[in-house]
């Protein structure tokens, strides 16, 4: 009898040996969200000293399949302010937790990872509430705050100049030989209307397409019976839009090009509209109210 349960204790041990942990070499931060570091390179400083983080991370799940999410699948660059974050998940504390130069894995529930404030979007179809997903990080930067203000200003010179490249391009691909109008937006005519135009402060009744200058639609009235009705002048509409709409008649259509500082500024509206996006507006003035 002794032997046999000798035998079977030593069976057990041995199965529960061979059953590996699945937080094995992770360190708990919260209930939610465990932290792995691949490389520790350990500089001293910390993201908690720090005030902008720069790095590169990509997500998976648990047995280290990729989501079915472009975004999330191809990996996504990280640049994270930390001076001011009020953002106080698991995943968050266990950013503060590496150094630059570090590689780690944060293991964080698939619930609380989608609802982080920089995702806030639905969980995938394919993946459980309830399981893990693993994202990889590598930090590649840590910068004080003098650091972090030549960098922000090195960074909106680029996207800045960049800006100003694709919108001159653009309008020599499509040979638009117009000169700008207003505070700067191209209108073209493909349909001439008749009568007077619309004054700021009056309604107006428009069919319209917004498309951002590379060709993504944005917004679209036309799959509806009823046009759209604003104010002229009023923040319904870009500034550009507003400007373009004043010139134009009623029963015209125009194609109103305006560039970024006019529509969505340098902050765009993602995760819709990224920053410095030059928009194009096909709009057809239905009646002035």
Avoid at 129 to 155: A, F, G, H, P
Avoid at 216 to 222: D, K, P, V
């Amino acid at each position: 009898m002794k032997i046999r349960l000798l035998i079977l204790l030593i069976l057990l041990t041995g199965y529960a040996s061979c059953r590996k942990d699945p937080m094995q070499g992770f360190t708990r931060v919260t209930d939610d969200t465990y932290l792995k570091f691949i490389h520790n390179i350990d500089t001293g400083v910390k993201g908690t000293d720090a005030y902008l983080l720069l790095g590169y991370a990509q997500a998976l799940n648990a047995s280290d399949s990729l989501l079915d999410n472009a975004f999330l699948r191809d990996g996504f660059y990280l640049q994270v302010p930390l001076h001011e974050q009020r953002d106080s998940s698991g995943f968050m504390k266990a950013l503060l937790m590496l150094s630059a130069g570090d590689s780690a894995i944060i293991r964080i529930k698939a619930i609380s990872f989608f609802q982080l404030p920089a995702f806030n979007q639905p969980i995938p179809e394919n993946v459980d509430t309830l399981s893990y997903i693993n994202v990889y990080i590598r930090i590649d930067n840590l910068m004080n705050e003098e650091q972090t203000i030549v960098w922000n200003e090195e960074k909106e010179n680029q996207e800045r100049a960049y800006a100003y490249k694709q919108f001159q391009d653009y309008l020599r691909l499509n040979a638009i030989t117009e000169e700008p109008v207003g505070s700067g937006i191209y209108l073209i005519t493909e349909r001439e209307g008749k009568g007077k135009s619309p004054i700021y402060g009056s309604k107006v009744a428009i069919h319209f397409m917004g498309i951002t200058i590379t060709g993504n639609e944005i917004t679209n009235s036309y799959p509806g019976v009823e046009p759209y009705v604003f104010e002229l002048g009023s923040n319904a509409v870009p500034q550009g839009m507003n400007e373009g709409i004043a010139r134009m008649k009623k029963g015209g259509k125009y194609r109103i090009i305006v560039p970024y500082y006019l529509a969505y500024g340098k902050d765009g509206m993602p995760p819709l509209i990224p920053p410095y996006t030059h928009m194009i507006y096909i709009v057809e003035l239905i009646d002035i109210l």
